[in-house]
């Protein structure tokens, strides 16, 4: 089992960057690898794949909506998952959430859910 906690939301004007992280805990090690995504949810809406990144960090994909404005990472040895977005806009507005998939590479759905963090972009 695997926890998750994500830092990092808050107020933050449009054309800003905000970095968002996910510290990970639990079951982990090179035996027990595991992807991670950030989804998010804005009010009214259904939950949405923001990015995802695999175990060795090499492999990671984007929704379209903040391909070129996200880049997601982490740091394996501080079990650390970053979503580092630049140029916000209004309707990025959301909870963001991190996720996690037991294995390399990462597949939906996932295994565990952190609470969220509250992303505010103001116009």
């Known amino acids: 089992q695997v926890q998750l906690v994500e830092s990092g939301g808050g107020l933050v004007q449009a054309g800003g960057s905000l970095t968002l992280s996910c510290a990970v805990s639990g079951r982990t090690s090179s035996t027990y690898a595991y992807a991670v995504g950030w989804f998010r949810q804005a009010p009214g809406k259904e939950r949405e794949f923001v990015a995802a990144i695999n175990w060795s960090g090499r492999g990671t994909s984007y929704a379209d909506s903040v391909k070129g404005r996200a880049t997601i990472s982490r740091d394996n040895a501080k079990k650390m998952v970053y979503l580092q977005m630049n140029s916000l806009k209004p309707e990025d507005t959301a909870v963001y959430y991190c996720?996690?998939?037991?294995?390399?590479?990462?597949?939906?759905?996932?295994?565990?859910w952190g609470q969220g963090t509250q992303v505010t972009v103001s116009s």
């Open positions: 996720a996690s998939r037991m294995g390399a590479v990462w597949v939906h759905p996932p295994d565990s």
